[in-house]
């Protein structure tokens, strides 16, 4: 393809900077790279390598001549906006939770499904953070000798809440040495010097939709709607790199000794376990990398095919801007960067 154009709508947040960021990093093969986000952000300037781009408004028309179209400006915008962008023939990588458990829709992690690209009628969903750097590290062993059931554990950092998750435990913080009171915006409690077992919205079940995420994806992307996964999602006191828990129960037996030999070949996977040495992995040590680390991959000893491993990754490269990145690269090198005339209105209510 000669000419390519991708937009990052969203691009002001969080996640969009980092979008941007990674695909100068990588250098993604686009001819012209465009930011959209609200009016409220129109015209400032926002960093595109030694670049600044000017962020316009995003508008039902903004995707006319636009190839793809990368989205992180949260549920509803994509809901408002993505249809349009599909009718313009313009292929959307969506970051927010709005099109992931719609039919129509893929839900990709490239080293876990990058075949349900194929599929694709326009639009094309991030998973959840948490449930990214969860399958990276759990699609080799299901592939070697399956998995009967998952038991995660979260410990997610603030900047899962955006830009203002990060200054409320910034403020929090100078604020309680400052002898002064904490304000709760972001979140109901204070999350300095705290853990609030609770992300997203609490539904009917008492689960939280965060949790739920976890179950219904990994269904999903593994295409196994029987696989039992079960999951509690705490929010701590940390800026970048979310940490999990994992306890899995395989079909066959997989020793920790072969489940680390596994994993050091498994793409995208860094194994870091040497329990005599310090060696495990931490939020620290995650923020800023594209791996996923996994360590503390020990043998379940309370059933006879289980394994326990903690698993880190930093959630707004992996579990959000470097995944979409990532997918867009392969819509490139598949040559899947259209969206079919028959297709073009499926989105339009
Ligand atoms: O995750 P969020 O915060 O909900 O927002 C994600 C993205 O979605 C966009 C939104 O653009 C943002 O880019 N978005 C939302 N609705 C949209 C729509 N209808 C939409 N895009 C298109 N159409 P925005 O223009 O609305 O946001 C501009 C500023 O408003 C802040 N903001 C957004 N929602 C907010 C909010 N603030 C408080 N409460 C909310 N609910 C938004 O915050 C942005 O500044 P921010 O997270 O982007 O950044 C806050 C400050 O921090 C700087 N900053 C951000 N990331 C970095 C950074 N500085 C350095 N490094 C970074 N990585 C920003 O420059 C700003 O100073
Ligand atoms: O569904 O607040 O992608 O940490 C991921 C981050 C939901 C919120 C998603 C957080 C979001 C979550």
Redesign the pocket.
């Given at each position: 393809m000669s000419k390519l154009t991708v937009a990052v709508?969203?691009?002001?947040?969080?996640?969009?900077?980092?979008m941007l960021s990674t695909l100068h990093q990588r250098a993604f093969p686009a001819t012209e790279v465009l930011a959209?986000?609200?009016a409220?952000?129109a015209g400032n300037k926002v960093e595109f390598g030694d670049q600044e781009l000017t962020v316009r408004e995003?508008k039902e028309d903004s995707f006319e001549g636009v190839d793809i179209a990368i989205f992180?400006?949260?549920g509803s915008?994509s809901l408002k906006?993505a249809p349009y962008a599909a009718k313009a023939g313009c292929v959307v990588v969506d970051n927010s939770a709005a099109w992931r458990m719609d039919d129509r829709c893929p839900l990709v992690v490239p080293e876990v499904n990058p075949e349900d690209l194929a599929w694709h009628k326009g639009i094309i969903a991030n998973p959840n953070c948490s449930t990214i750097q969860m399958l990276v590290a759990l699609k080799p062993i299901y592939d070697a000798v399956g998995i009967k059931r998952i038991v995660v554990s979260t410990y997610q950092a603030v900047s899962g809440t955006?830009?203002?998750g990060i200054?409320e435990l910034e403020k929090q913080v100078r604020d309680l040495f400052n002898a002064r009171d904490p304000e709760c915006k972001a979140y109901p409690y204070q999350i300095a010097f705290n853990i609030l077992p609770h992300i997203d919205v609490f539904l009917d079940n008492d689960y939280t939709k965060e949790e739920m995420k976890m179950v219904n994806e990994t269904r999903k992307m593994f295409h196994d709607p029987l696989i039992r996964v079960t999951a509690t999602c705490a929010r701590v006191p940390v800026f970048y790199g979310h940490a999990e828990s994992v306890n899995v129960e395989t079909e066959k037996k997989l020793t920790a000794r072969d489940c680390r030999v596994l994993l050091s070949q498994a793409p995208g996977v860094r194994v870091y376990d040497n329990p005599r040495e310090l060696m495990y992995p931490m939020p620290l040590m995650a923020a800023g990398k594209d791996e996923t680390f996994v360590g503390r991959i020990r043998d379940d000893e309370s059933v006879e095919n289980g394994l326990n491993m903690w698993i880190v990754a930093d959630n707004i490269r992996k579990g959000a801007a470097l995944n979409a990145v990532q997918i867009a690269e392969e819509l490139v090198k598949r040559d899947l960067v259209r969206v079919k005339e028959e297709d073009r209105n499926l989105f339009l209510a």
């Open positions: 709508c969203g691009a002001t947040g969080a996640v969009g900077r980092e959209f986000a609200s409220r952000s995003l992180s400006a949260g915008t906006f955006g830009q203002k200054a």
